[in-house]
């Protein structure tokens, strides 16, 4: 639905219609819109790492990661339209940006793990931010 008609076409109701279930049955599986958008990119997630399994921990960062991002952007391919009309639809929708704000820091992680690279960096966390002011003489 929000490929071909957009995000603002995908009601609930419309949802439940198109995947052949009553609206309490789509309750059950998802208390929201949002919690759609959340397993839709968790889905894209899972993908993403299953296309990832073959790639070589004796390459270097770069490329890991590089293989990762391909892979990421392979498991997207499908739904292009959808996750346009969905990333268009955050823009009026803060139920929807929360949603993709919370599943885009997961989906880093995973990819990150994926790659073979911390999800954390020690280093950055433990060094106190640099303001505009502390490099002026």
């Known amino acids: 639905i929000?490929?071909?008609e957009g995000?603002?076409?995908?009601t609930l109701d419309r949802i439940a219609a198109e995947a052949e279930l009553t609206l309490d049955a789509l309750q059950a599986?998802?208390?929201s819109r949002s919690a759609i958008v959340s397993a839709f990119v968790a889905d894209i997630d899972h993908d993403m790492l299953a296309r990832a399994g073959d790639i070589d921990a004796g390459d270097s960062e770069r490329d890991r990661l590089f293989g990762v991002l391909m892979a990421r952007l392979d498991a997207m391919r499908p739904y292009k339209q959808?996750?346009?009309s969905?990333?268009?639809g955050a823009a009026t929708d803060p139920a929807t940006a929360c949603a993709l704000l919370r599943s885009?820091?997961?989906?880093?992680?995973?990819?990150l793990a994926a790659a073979?690279?911390?999800t954390c960096r020690p280093d950055i966390l433990s060094s106190p931010p640099s303001s505009p002011t502390s490099a002026m003489p």
């Open 7 to 10: 995000w603002k076409a995908a």
């Open 86 to 88: 969905i990333a268009s």
């Open 82 to 84: 959808a996750i346009k």
């Open 2 to 4: 929000a490929g071909d």
């Open 116 to 118: 073979g690279l911390p």
């Open 104 to 111: 885009s820091r997961r989906s880093l992680s995973w990819m």
């Open 29 to 31: 599986m998802f208390v």
